[in-house]
């Protein structure tokens, strides 16, 4: 497992990937730019976090180069630092956004803030990707 909740980090890191809404994902086009983008998300408790995403640039560079990273916000002074690196693919095996209880849950207030429903969500961001964590690092 990456993410060791048994140390101080971990249980950091950990907290972030359960109560956090937003994080931001950083993909690198396929010329080589970094391109950060606000997601939500959700974590499986383990190895794994999925987002879903509309077609377009995101899954693009995805699937040219699938390194990506995930940052928290930090505490705004420089600590509670987590970054985690990961290999994300686009995974149709996976359940639509409406169909994911837990990702319903998490996120229902601010779909309905957005001005849809879990419905409509689900089809404009119609592709649902796996990060498979590989790495964690901060402070």
């Known amino acids: 497992m990456v993410v060791d909740g048994s140390t101080e980090f971990g249980a950091r890191a950990a907290r972030h990937l359960t109560d956090e809404i937003v994080?931001?994902?950083?993909?690198?086009?396929?010329?080589?730019?970094?391109?950060?983008?606000?997601?939500?998300?959700?974590?499986?408790?383990?190895?794994?976090?999925?987002?879903?995403?509309?077609?377009?640039?995101?899954?693009?560079?995805?699937?040219?180069?699938?390194?990506?990273?995930?940052?928290?916000?930090?505490?705004?002074?420089?600590?509670?630092?987590?970054?985690?690196?990961?290999?994300?693919?686009?995974?149709?095996?996976?359940?639509?956004?409406?169909?994911?209880?837990?990702y319903v849950t998490k996120y229902r207030d601010q779909i309905a803030r957005i001005g849809l429903t879990p419905e409509t969500f689900a089809l404009r961001y119609e592709i649902p990707v796996r990060i498979q964590l590989t790495r964690v690092r901060g402070h």
């Open 23 to 102: 994080v931001w994902l950083t993909t690198v086009s396929p010329r080589g730019a970094p391109l950060p983008m606000p997601v939500w998300f959700l974590w499986d408790g383990e190895d794994y976090v999925v987002v879903y995403s509309q077609p377009g640039a995101r899954v693009r560079n995805l699937e040219s180069n699938p390194h990506v990273t995930l940052n928290f916000a930090g505490d705004g002074g420089g600590g509670d630092i987590v970054v985690l690196s990961g290999t994300a693919t686009a995974d149709p095996a996976l359940p639509p956004a409406n169909e994911d209880a837990d």
